[in-house]
């Protein structure tokens, strides 16, 4: 199923946080403009896996690389890498190493085409609909303070551009109604969408999304994955996401990886790691479940 | 709201009202109990036991009121209101008959400040009547009066309301300064008047060392406060919450220390003094030219006035705030500021949106700075003289009370708040000193143990001026009770795309 050169590859990923081993020896790949499912039972280290993706985690061990449009990223090395005592025999890589220990962060993962959503919806809750995704176009905008003050026709195309870009995916989202509505106010679904929107406003090439199904009722869900696959098709962008929903994961990815106890146990297509007996005894009776349904 | 009819219930009332006054007379006890005389003291006892009766009686009846305005709709306002109050713009586009009544009521207030009360209240009226006439364009309106009043009042208001004026907009300078800080970016900064203090050293050591005018050290002073803001958020901004403001708070006693023991170079507690007050294109504002102008009396031919002075810097702090007021305006429908105001909500979102965390709080950080420089350099040319006693903790949480009452992140709320609390004490001591005459001017008509009480009570007043500090502890406890979010519900800009075929 790999292509020979992915879009990410995750190679011997390792995460300890105190005696805790999160995760232990991950290793996989996303293929270009593919869907990816994430599975796991509850605790199997998900979450920390993206977190150590978008940067937000400094892993123990392990390589990630994102392979972009320009150039490939080593995520680990972009957010601020631990100096070592060889490092000061070796200038280039120490002036490297402390240049990203001052300027670099998880917000690097995200400006070379990572963006994600959160499990527990993080939005700018007494921002509009409209100001959240206008703030995910931070990069992009007319930043300058002068041109902004006054105006300049300049700032004022930025500011249009990135407005017409909002728009653009509140309705594709299904929000169009809801610009001009506080983002905490809106109903869950909503919520949920509105988090895509926003980062797929960062204009990604992989986006992340942390169990975006949970808690929305089937015809959401439905809906989430009509929109889904609108991002792989129409925007080809590369989706990675965990989720719980066996019904949404079996129908809409094409490779799944299975994440137990911070080790992977399985991966394949959907077909093949659905009889997969180890994957079957992991779950115990979450698997029959989701092929009645 | 489904139990409409559910009894008040007493038992809870007393048992708040009992815990309460239990609390006020462990607190009273010592503090109203002893009565110090020389080495010696006095148990005077029944002065906590009356404070106790009269906090648990008080206790009580609050317990009563807001168990009965829960379930009565009139009464709504009065009860806490602990959501976040924002609005989207548009949603209500009909003032409110409360705001139309306050702004009227605000108006007449300050014109009273000119002596003319007639004037005042015919003022308010025309406001009031101005608020419910006009339609869309009542914001623009409301905002050319205030700026025509703000640049007439000089001319009108006497010396010492003009002082006050002048400090209360210095106030509203520093509000506006660690709103951007605390209000939009949300990062509590307890040492504010560092800042403040770099603006106004600023100007005096490089009026005393370099011989700086006041209008060279306006834009230095402002640079210098917001690269002090810079070097010192760098290192911390990384922190988050309690200890940003642990380390800010130590940030702005050490900059008073220096000031205070470096006494070679700041003269230490003695200060700075001989400031010059600003000049108009060289022509200075005393009677006898300091600096080498021509006084500007003796310019223009007319008699000399001391009042002139403060008649000119109120004018230039004024266009000063009200470019300060339309700056901050602007920046909150910049990227910058959209990224403050994020930043506050969800750092972590931020981060992943591809947002750097640390310079955007840098900005905050060096933009307050800078704003609380030039209202430093306002204070040093204002009151020719400086030293570190100005520029004390309480002075920070003096400006934090600025913001926190008037909503965090809201900019007319924190202008209110400035003047409440810079020209209420003032207006206090007027009185103090203003109603005994009224009251023995009276005292002919009245019968005479009404004289007297009122007499006493004014007399009481006399020291209002010391209880300044416990009137903005009271304000801070029922603003948290009752509003935390601010005075003002904060108002967002709702965004519209010029072609509406453009959105599909
Ligand atoms: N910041 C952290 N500190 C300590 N332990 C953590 C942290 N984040 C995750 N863990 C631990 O890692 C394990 C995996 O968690 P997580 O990745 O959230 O699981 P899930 O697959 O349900 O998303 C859990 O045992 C959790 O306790
Ligand atoms: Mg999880």
Redesign the interface.
Known sequence: MTTPLPLLSVSSLMMQFGGILALNDVSFGVAPNSITALIGPNGAGKTTVFNCITGFYRATNGVITLYGREKDTNIGQIIGEKLSVVDFIQPKILLRKLYYKMFGGSHLAARSGVARTFQNIRLFKDMTSLENLLVAQHTQVNRNLLSGLFKTPSFNRAEQLALENAYHWLSVCGLADDANRLAGELPYGHQRRLEIARAMCTKPTLICLDEPAAGLNPNETEALSVLIHTLKNDYHVTVLLIEHDMGLVMSISDHVVVLDHGEVIAMGSPDSVKNDPAVISAYLGIEEEAANS | MEKIHKPLDFILAFKGAFVASIIALLLFGPIMGLVLSGYDYQAELQRPLIAAVVVFVGRFLFSLLFQFAQHEPRLQWMLPRKT?S?W???EQVESKQSVRLFSAMTAITVLTLTGQFWLSVAGGVVLYLLLSRLGKRKHQVMVALVVILGLLMPFFATKFWLTVLIAALIYVLLGLGLNIVVGFAGLLDLGFVAFYAVGAYGYGLGHEYLGLSFWAALPLGALMAACFGAILGFPVLRMHGDYLAIVTLGFGEIIRLVLNNWTEFTHGPNGVSAIPPPTLFGLEFSRIPKQGGTPFHEFFGISYDSSFRYIFIYLILFIIVSLMIA?VT??RN???G??W??LR??E???????????TVKLSAFSMGAMVGGLAGVFFAAYQGFINPSSFTFFESALILAIVVLGGLGSTVGVIIAAFILTILPETLRYLATELPKAIDSMSDYLPSFLHNTLSTLSDGLGDIGSYRVLIFGVCMVLMMIWRPRGLLP?Q???????KPG???
């Open positions: 976040a924002v989207v713009e548009g700056v602007r920046l910049m990227p910058i959209r990224a105001e994020a909500e969800d972590i979102a931020c981060r992943s949106l591809g947002i750097n965390h640390v904060i967002r800009r709702a965004y519209h795309l010029d453009d959105a599909k």
